[in-house]
């Protein structure tokens, strides 16, 4: 069974910036949800995706938006990077079900300069 | 006021001792309770998973909810060096689009 995989693993970015981050899901999962994390804090949830349609949305503004594939891979991206946006982002998948456990990839760490 | 409340430590103990982690929260909707351990710069690990009130034991590890007082506990039985984390409490709610509310985490060191 292969796990959720991230891509990249660290990305700097300029402020003003554009970025995609990738995220594939576990074997069997076709739900997709992304967390950020700053250092020190628990993740916060951005949106979860299920059969290719935004699912839910945390309290994060338009710029940050995503995607999710027929394979049920997903992307997030993140216009006009700020400086507060560096942090953990984390992909985890599941399965459909209101009690669904989440399985998470290992992150891309995100600096903005 | 957060919704869940989670002690940052960091909590020490020695090799072998028994460790009790908590969660308070504010949402009595809250209906799935999880423990995740992360370790530095990595993604979270799923360690326990409960559902409603009640306890949960899987290995060294036991998990306790008690929702009349908006409680969970994560207990380590002989506890190793290799335990050494940040243990994450993360809860939701039926209807919630299955959204995790997480704790900030409490660090946790074991002493060899």
């Known amino acids: 069974e292969t796990g959720v995989t991230q891509s990249p693993t660290h990305l700097i970015k300029t402020r003003g910036q554009q970025v995609t981050l990738r995220c594939s899901s576990q074997?069997?999962?076709?739900?997709v949800s992304w967390y950020q994390q700053a250092l020190g804090q628990g993740p916060q949830f951005i949106f979860q995706y299920y059969r290719e349609e935004e699912n839910g949305r945390g309290n994060f503004p338009p710029r940050f938006s995503g995607l999710q594939f027929p394979n049920y891979s997903s992307e997030l991206n993140v216009n006009a990077l700020e400086l507060d946006d560096s942090a953990l982002y984390l992909c985890?998948?599941?399965?459909?079900?209101?009690?669904?456990?989440?399985?998470f990839g290992p992150g891309t760490r995100l600096t903005v300069t | 006021q957060k919704e869940v409340e989670q002690d940052p430590g960091p909590l020490s103990v020695p090799e072998g001792a028994i460790v009790s982690l908590n969660c308070t929260y504010s949402?009595?909707?809250?209906?799935?309770f999880m423990w995740y351990r992360q370790y530095s710069r990595k993604g979270p690990e799923l360690l326990m998973y409960?559902?409603s009130s009640g306890n949960k034991e899987d290995g060294r590890f036991t998990a306790q909810v008690d929702k009349s007082s908006k409680y969970i506990s994560l207990f380590i039985r002989d506890s190793q060096p290799s335990d050494s984390a940040t243990y994450l409490c993360?809860?939701?709610?039926?209807?919630?689009?299955?959204?995790?509310?997480w704790g900030a985490g409490t660090k946790l060191i074991i002493k060899p």
């Open positions: 949402n009595s909707a809250f209906q799935y």
């Open positions: 985890a998948s599941s399965t459909t079900g209101s009690r669904s456990e989440q399985y």
């Open positions: 074997s069997g999962h076709n739900t």
């Open positions: 409960t559902y």
């Open positions: 993360a809860m939701g709610g039926e209807g919630s689009n299955y959204q995790l509310i």
